[in-house]
């Protein structure tokens, strides 16, 4: 067979910018909302006021008189779903609401649907119906009902994982601590709030829907409603965020699909902020006891890992922080135990670091606490302990820079100067400064999808793969690996993605979407260059012919691998061959075996200033290092952006993010953007992100790994790491709070 062989680094590597960057900031890229197909109905779902009990009544008389009103929903009168919203076809599909009886499970739950000609109207109708309840006391909290151990965690994970002798570690143990920490719940809040438009045409069901899963969700959908999932289009050119709810499909969807199936009208949904709160999915809240236990040599005997997370009366997704102890540091014995307690709340989903984000929060914390008992630096701990071979496993690293991350991180920083004891650095201004680290780690994975790369007689190529773009870059990113791949530069390229009727592009998701995808990119740009140069290679009239060494492809030019003086742009080979399109497919997915032989992961290091007025406890994060090595780097200025959102992220959890509960409704008061803090600009500064080399060949043949969720991880260790450098004050309670300092007094 002809070798043939494409370049990187012509595109790869290049901080190109957004593609789609300028549709974005003159709004004339369409979202889903954004659609207004003729004769559209306007939907509103009625949220419950109560977590507890069963609706009595609705003013269903009020709702329909109201000028505009079409249509209300309920229980009674609601029409069949094929597919039953308490089943759980798939991987990804989980109980859900959708008026399916009179019951009430979380505040916020759908409990109507109003249709109207007008958003207003139906807002309006909404209103009218006033709900009455038989309400029951609400279970909330962690402290809400009694606890279950998880036997199965997400996704086909354990819920108990145990290496090694666990009570031998502990009683080996010279030095120990044994802590506990709480996590608060959080809701997905991207800018864009879950919306679509459905339109029926007979069987055809055609979705304008922001989906981190196209091509695999048609499957549910057509679970839903009996029709085959080649019947389902969905149309997913742009998501204005995700983090993980996007991926899930929820029962407000599924009742505004099915109006527009029984009125036979297109149907438009989309949640108001406070809807997000309930029923699209979110993180649960989590305690966690941590008990590290270490010997003479300052190195971990015993690494103990408890959590206990919320999860909802009906559903079983649970926070799995305790895993994120099971890559990390190299204890003699490795225990990472899930519990959980059913409360009345919407059932909790993949959020940002799904697991690792909380559990990383109080493991990174623990090191620390763990270091200052031994009066050890915590940066020369955790050289002590992280491990050479994946705990447990035994197994190789694919690739690990963790040691340079260190190096480089704490460099830039400038770790080295750091007392040890809290409360020895003042800022000339008066304010306490502390000064924290934490260690970054999220797996490395990779899902299936596949690709088309299509070369034009005119020298330009088409790549099509239904990837998701929810902002992180997808669509440029891949772009510039099927660019490498065809041998041709960036604007030579058309790449269609974010429909159905697309090839799989994979979910986006995972951290693991430009591995995935981009790999199906490139085989399938290989596919279409090795038929291009079979073509030439075997034709007499071309300068290629008998270049049996192999060719190389690059700038839309084919060169004979030996002698660069042979060349012949694809143009010329396409029409010297009759001028038809030379379409390559292509696949990938990570062969079950590799992971027998290799512990995949990217790696990271994050290092944290606060300065804090020493009066008012107010705090600030004023630099933040994180060093990252996650393979390959695509696109340098996407990449950063992503590791950088992530410490965001991180510093949202440690000082702000938080959905509080009423107890005694079951309600979330804070449920909106002034209650629910995130953070803003003037609340990140000093951000520097280094991405250290890393050849990881191990992962997939490209060598990528993720970027979108290890920056949170590490990140919020190192801030409330710093905040006790800087009072001298440990807080185990996320988002840490003025008055948390101030208790500490
Ligand atoms: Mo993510 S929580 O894998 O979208």
């Given at each position: 067979?002809?070798?043939?062989?494409?370049?990187?680094?012509?595109?790869?590597?290049?901080?190109?910018?957004?593609?789609?960057?300028?549709?974005?900031?003159?709004?004339?890229?369409?979202?889903?909302?954004?659609?207004?197909?003729?004769?559209?109905?306007?939907?509103?779902?009625?949220?419950a006021?109560?977590a507890?009990?069963?609706v009595?009544?609705?003013?269903?008389?009020?709702?329909?008189?109201?000028?505009?009103?079409?249509?209300?929903?309920?229980?009674?009168?609601?029409?069949?779903?094929?597919?039953?919203?308490?089943?759980?076809?798939?991987?990804?599909?989980?109980?859900?609401?959708?008026?399916?009886?009179?019951?009430?499970?979380y505040?916020?739950q759908?409990?109507?649907?109003v249709?109207?000609?007008?958003?207003?109207?139906?807002?309006?109708?909404?209103?009218?119906l006033?709900?009455?309840?038989?309400?029951?006391?609400?279970?909330?909290?962690?402290?809400?009902?009694?606890?279950?151990k998880?036997?199965?965690?997400?996704?086909g994970?354990?819920?108990?994982?145990?290496?090694g002798?666990?009570?031998?570690?502990?009683?080996?143990?010279?030095?120990?601590?044994?802590?506990?920490?709480?996590?608060?719940?959080?809701?997905?809040?991207?800018?864009?709030?879950?919306a679509?438009?459905?339109?029926?045409?007979?069987?055809?069901?055609?979705?304008?829907?922001?989906?981190?899963?196209?091509?695999?969700?048609?499957?549910?959908?057509?679970?839903?409603?009996?029709?085959?999932?080649?019947?389902?289009?969905?149309?997913?050119?742009?998501?204005?965020?995700?983090?993980g709810?996007k991926a899930?499909?929820?029962?407000?969807?599924?009742?505004?699909?099915?109006?527009?199936r029984?009125?036979?009208?297109p149907?438009?949904?989309?949640?108001?902020?406070?809807?997000?709160?309930?029923?699209?999915?979110?993180?649960?809240?989590?305690?966690?006891?941590l008990?590290?236990?270490?010997?003479?040599?300052?190195?971990?005997?015993?690494?103990?890992?408890?959590?206990?997370a919320?999860?909802?009366?009906?559903?079983?997704?649970?926070?799995?922080?305790?895993?994120?102890?099971?890559?990390?540091?190299?204890?003699?014995a490795?225990?990472?135990?899930?519990?959980?307690?059913?409360?009345?709340?919407?059932?909790?989903?993949?959020?940002?670091?799904?697991?690792?984000?909380?559990?990383?929060?109080?493991?990174?914390?623990?090191?620390?606490e763990?270091?200052?008992?031994?009066?050890?630096?915590?940066?020369?701990?955790?050289?002590?302990?992280?491990?050479?071979?994946?705990?447990?496993?035994?197994?190789?690293?694919?690739?690990?820079?963790?040691?340079?991350?260190?190096?480089?991180?704490?460099e830039?920083?400038?770790?080295?100067?750091?007392?040890?004891?809290?409360?020895?650095?003042?800022?000339?201004?008066g304010m306490?400064?502390?000064?924290?680290?934490?260690?970054?780690?999220?797996?490395?994975?990779?899902?299936?999808?596949?690709?088309?790369?299509?070369?034009?007689?005119?020298?330009?190529?088409?790549?099509?793969?239904?990837?998701?773009?929810?902002?992180?870059?997808?669509?440029?990113?891949?772009?510039q690996?099927?660019?490498?791949?065809?041998?041709?530069?960036?604007e030579?390229?058309?790449?269609?993605?974010?429909?159905?009727d697309?090839?799989?592009?994979?979910?986006?998701?995972?951290?693991?979407?430009?591995?995935?995808?981009?790999s199906?990119?490139?085989?399938?740009g290989?596919?279409?260059?090795?038929?291009?140069?079979?073509?030439?290679?075997?034709?007499?009239?071309?300068?290629?012919?008998?270049?049996?060494?192999?060719?190389?492809?690059?700038?839309?030019?084919?060169?004979?691998?030996?002698?660069?003086s042979?060349s012949?742009?694809?143009?010329?080979?396409?029409a010297?061959?009759g001028?038809?399109?030379?379409?390559?497919?292509?696949?990938?997915?990570?062969?079950?075996?590799?992971?027998?032989?290799?512990?995949?992961?990217?790696?990271?290091?994050?290092?944290?200033?606060?300065?804090?007025?020493p009066?008012?406890?107010?705090?600030?994060?004023?630099?933040l290092v994180?060093?990252?090595?996650?393979?390959?780097?695509i696109?340098?200025?996407?990449a950063?952006?992503?590791?950088?959102?992530?410490?965001?992220?991180g510093?949202?959890?440690?000082?702000?993010?938080?959905?509080?509960?009423?107890?005694?409704?079951?309600?979330?008061?804070?449920a909106d953007?002034?209650?629910?803090?995130?953070?803003?600009n003037?609340?990140?500064?000093?951000?520097?992100?280094?991405?250290?080399h890393?050849?990881?060949?191990?992962?997939?043949?490209?060598?990528?790994?993720?970027?979108?969720?290890?920056?949170?991880?590490?990140?919020?260790?190192?801030?409330?790491?710093?905040?006790?450098?800087a009072?001298?004050?440990?807080v185990?309670?996320?988002?840490?709070?003025?008055?948390?300092?101030?208790?500490?007094?």
């Open positions: 067979m002809l070798e043939t062989r494409t370049r990187f680094g012509s595109n790869s590597g290049q901080p190109a910018t957004r593609r789609d960057g300028i549709a974005k900031v003159t709004g004339v890229a369409n979202f889903a909302a954004d659609n207004r197909p003729d004769d559209l109905l306007h939907a509103v779902y009625v949220p006021t109560i507890r009990g069963r009595t009544h609705l003013d269903i008389a009020a709702a329909k008189s109201h000028p505009g009103v079409v249509e209300v929903f309920t229980p009674e009168n609601r029409p069949p779903l094929a597919g039953d919203p308490e089943a759980k076809p798939f991987l990804f599909t989980f109980r859900t609401d959708a008026l399916q009886n009179s019951d009430v499970r505040a916020n759908p409990i109507a649907l249709l109207a000609e007008t958003i207003e109207a139906a807002t309006e109708g909404a209103r009218l006033v709900p009455q309840y038989e309400d029951q006391a609400p279970r909330i909290g962690l402290d809400g009902a009694t606890p279950y998880v036997e199965a965690g997400n996704f994970r354990p819920g108990e994982t145990i290496f002798d666990v009570a031998a570690g502990h009683a080996a143990a010279k030095l120990s601590v044994d802590l506990t920490y709480e996590t608060p719940a959080q809701y997905h809040n991207p800018m864009e709030t879950h679509l438009v459905a339109a029926w045409d007979g069987d055809l069901l055609t979705l304008d829907i922001p989906s981190q899963a196209i091509v695999m969700s048609r499957a549910a959908f057509g679970y839903y409603f009996d029709i085959p999932p080649e019947n389902v289009t969905i149309r997913s050119p742009y998501l204005g965020g995700g983090f709810s899930i499909i929820h029962g407000p969807a599924l009742l505004a699909i099915l109006a527009a029984t009125l036979r009208r149907v438009k949904l989309m949640l108001r902020r406070d809807q997000m709160f309930g029923p699209v999915g979110h993180r649960g809240a989590t305690r966690q006891r008990r590290i236990g270490i010997g003479d040599d300052g190195r971990m005997t015993v690494l103990d890992h408890e959590s206990l919320t999860t909802s009366t009906f559903d079983d997704f649970v926070e799995g922080a305790a895993a994120a102890s099971l890559g990390l540091y190299a204890a003699g490795l225990r990472s135990s899930q519990y959980a307690v059913r409360v009345d709340i919407g059932t909790p989903g993949p959020m940002r670091a799904p697991g690792e984000a909380s559990g990383s929060a109080a493991l990174e914390c623990a090191i620390d763990m270091a200052e008992k031994a009066c050890l630096d915590p940066l020369d701990f955790r050289l002590r302990n992280y491990a050479e071979v994946e705990p447990g496993t035994g197994l190789p690293y694919s690739s690990k820079a963790l040691r340079e991350c260190y190096r480089q991180g704490a830039r920083f400038g770790w080295a100067g750091r007392p040890r004891a809290p409360r020895q650095m003042i800022h000339e201004n306490l400064v502390g000064w924290g680290m934490g260690t970054a780690l999220f797996h490395a994975p990779m899902f299936a999808a596949e690709a088309r790369a299509t070369l034009r007689p005119d020298g330009t190529g088409l790549v099509e793969t239904a990837a998701a773009d929810m902002g992180q870059g997808a669509w440029t990113a891949l772009a690996i099927a660019a490498d791949s065809l041998g041709l530069p960036l030579k390229i058309e790449f269609r993605s974010g429909t159905s697309l090839p799989d592009g994979g979910i986006a998701g995972g951290s693991g979407h430009t591995a995935t995808a981009g199906a990119l490139h085989a399938a290989v596919d279409a260059i090795r038929q291009l140069g079979e073509i030439a290679t075997a034709d007499p009239a071309s300068p290629l012919f008998g270049a049996n060494a192999g060719v190389v492809a690059r700038g839309g030019r084919l060169y004979a691998r030996d002698d660069d042979r012949e742009s694809y143009g010329e080979i396409i010297r061959a001028g038809t399109t030379i379409r390559g497919t292509g696949n990938a997915s990570r062969p079950p075996e590799a992971a027998q032989r290799h512990a995949m992961y990217s790696h990271g290091a994050v290092f944290a200033e606060v300065k804090i007025d009066e008012l406890f107010q705090m600030r994060v004023t630099r994180g060093a990252f090595a996650a393979g390959r780097i696109n340098p200025r996407l950063e952006s992503q590791l950088m959102g992530g410490m965001i992220w510093i949202s959890f440690a000082l702000h993010e938080e959905a509080r509960h009423d107890h005694r409704t079951g309600r979330i008061v804070n953007f002034a209650g629910y803090h995130i953070p803003v003037a609340d990140v500064s000093g951000l520097e992100v280094i991405t250290v890393e050849d990881d060949p191990h992962v997939n043949p490209l060598g990528i790994k993720g970027v979108g969720e290890i920056g949170v991880t590490g990140t919020v260790g190192a801030i409330g790491n710093a905040i006790w450098h009072t001298g004050t440990r185990r309670r996320f988002p840490i709070k003025i008055e948390d300092l101030l208790a500490g007094l």
